[in-house]
């Protein structure tokens, strides 16, 4: 039986010794945040016009070119969606005919399946085929020429571009125009043997801490929130939070895991002595404030698996550099891996991973991965494969596999997309606090209301940004107001009503920029912003669907074997690695992990068994 003091004790030590002082009584800051979040979300920048010398100064030294960014998303053709009956119907995060919301993956129905390869015109070999040119695709690229120069890879990017949801995107007026993130925005500096370090610290990016107790809470009445009563009420919620931790370490992490009673985060900190106050009042308020806070904020939804529960206390550093945050894992793959190797605009359709297809030179190729670039198909034929394309696509059923799946999506990948959907506005002038973030408030079953603010002039002085953030829930809540796929100018505009009741309409006034990332119906994202672990599935399925987890499924009792029993098809992507889960490092440490795999399995003298991402699942065998 594992105790508290063992698998999780630095979590609570990091959660109960981060207080910082409210000195100031005017305002209550939250301590609590600077522990627990992970930071997955997309923020930052820097103005592109006040500092292009100093990086050209920087660029210079380093003889990195600097990535073009442009200022519109790629767009890209969302797959038929199939709901139930067969008819087509609205796509993932929009509204069906009857009104329903239709949530990526559907509503009982599927997307339409790409039809598997015939063989196409052009062929091109290699002895590795990398999916997805994101933060897993270029690590594990690295790892394969660090290992052996001579070994062949080709990585097959949907997009033009390198990043996958790491994207930076211009935003603001002509004369103020910045660097914001669409996606994943921080880089954290506890974390042992993040490769991104080594590059931001080359190059001298920018990125400063970004301090989550940094923030200030006002009431539904536009007033500042008693700071006696917020700090009484969050240490109530801290108070049962331990507790929670310390049951489901003992209960949960044990060779009976699978038998656990999942009931979902909050459930358990009920059972913990967490109760959200009586509606209409302050407390019932301010309860669901510091519950989203911990939770929401988080995890981008109201509920997750206790099987995703606690989260890492991460050092948290910002990216506020004009060249986006592309340009760290664009200059990694420069420094790291041979792009002549990148297919850009090559979209995979179909994996055959039971293949026996001879070549001169001894090969035997065991894998088709089938394409196409919109002008014409190409068939790549290769050793192994590894994927990293999200858990949304792989959810949506956008990459048809042969033979299916043994273990399908639906039935054992846990990893669900969420939405974080970023609102963001800017004015002529600050009218706001000058602190990090602004929380309002809202009243009882108000989720459709923008009540957390985050202040990007703190980090971008003069560009006079800020930005509302929304959650899975809220933002579901929102488009089913609307009635459209995306949100109307009249609920962008809406969603400024709690900053004009705590500064006044007059003093708010009309923004001369607006932006919304809606990562929701973009499909090289997979429909959302990042995964969480939904309740009911198990560890022993998340080990069926993605294999490699010793403690968890024996070698090819998981997916992507073929009838020999070899591993052909490796999914990784930082939706597999546990420890560190859709964190940026995390895709990069699991790009690794998938390298290693298919390099032992190459017949390298490789160590697998080390990865970052699988020290939790060795609590399971002890």
Known sequence: ????????????????????????????????????????????????????????????????????????VDEEETPEYIPPGGAAGAPPGSLAADGTFVPPGGAGGSFAQ?????????????????????????????????????????????????????RSVQFGVPGNTWTLEDG??????????????????????????????????????GLLVDETLYTAEEERFRTALEDAIAEVDE???????????????????QQNGWFVGPENTVMNNLDHDIQWAWLDWEWATSEVSLRFFPTAAYESLIVADPRGFEFLLQTYLQQNANTTSLRTGTRALSVAYDENIPSQGGKTYKARVHTNNGAQCT?????????????????????????????????????????YIKVTYQFENQFWDDIEFIRVLREAGQRGHCNHWQNMNYFMPG???????????????LLQQGGQRNLPESTIDSLLDPLRLVYGADVVGTPIATYVNNVHTDTSFGFGA????????????????????????????????????????????????????????????????????????????????????DVDWGWLAR
Request: net charge negative; proline share 4%; charged share 15%.
């Open 530 to 613: 990042y995964s969480s672990w939904e309740i009911g599935y198990t560890f022993t399925q998340f080990g069926q669907f993605y294999g490699g987890i010793d403690s968890l499924t024996a070698y090819c009792e998981h997916n992507g074997c073929n009838s020999l029993q070899e591993w052909i098809l490796h999914f990784s992507g930082s939706h597999t690695c546990f420890d560190q889960s859709e964190t940026v490092h995390g895709a990069m440490f699991a790009g690794q992990r998938s390298a290693n795999f298919v390099l032992s399995e190459l017949g390298y003298n490789v160590d697998t068994d080390k990865s970052p991402c």
């Open 379 to 419: 068939d790549y034929v290769a050793q192994r494969v590894i994927s990293t394309v999200s858990a949304g696509v792989l959810n949506a059923g956008l990459i048809q596999f042969q033979p299916p799946l043994r273990f399908p999506a639906e039935s054992h990948n846990p990893m669900k997309m969420a939405q």
């Open 1 to 72: 039986m594992i105790s508290v003091s063992s698998r999780v004790s630095i979590l609570l030590v990091l959660i109960m010794t981060t207080a910082v002082s409210l000195s100031d009584a005017a305002k209550v800051r939250g301590s609590s945040l600077a522990a627990h979040h992970h930071g997955r979300r997309a923020q930052g920048g820097n103005n592109m016009d006040n500092n292009m010398n100093n990086i050209n100064d920087i660029n210079d030294n380093n003889n990195i070119e600097i990535p073009e960014i442009s200022p519109e």
């Open 463 to 477: 560009s006079n940004i800020i930005r509302c953030e929304l959650m899975t829930e809220a933002f579901e809540e």
């Open 114 to 166: 790409p039809q598997l390869s015939t063989e196409c015109a052009t062929v091109e070999y290699a002895d590795v085929v990398i999916i997805g040119a994101g933060a897993a695709g270029i690590a594990a690229a690295a790892r394969l020429q660090e290992e052996d120069p001579t070994l062949t890879y080709r990585i097959l990017e949907s997009t033009e571009r390198v990043g996958g949801r790491v």
């Open 251 to 269: 209960n949960l992490w044990t060779p009976a895991h699978d038998f656990y009673t999942d009931v979902g985060v909050i459930g358990l900190l």
């Open 184 to 221: 994943a925005n921080w880089i954290y500096g506890n974390i042992k043997d993040n490769p991104l370090l080594t590059v931001m610290e080359d190059t001298g990016f920018a990125a400063p801490y970004n301090d989550y107790a940094s923030f200030i809470a006002y009431g539904t009445d």
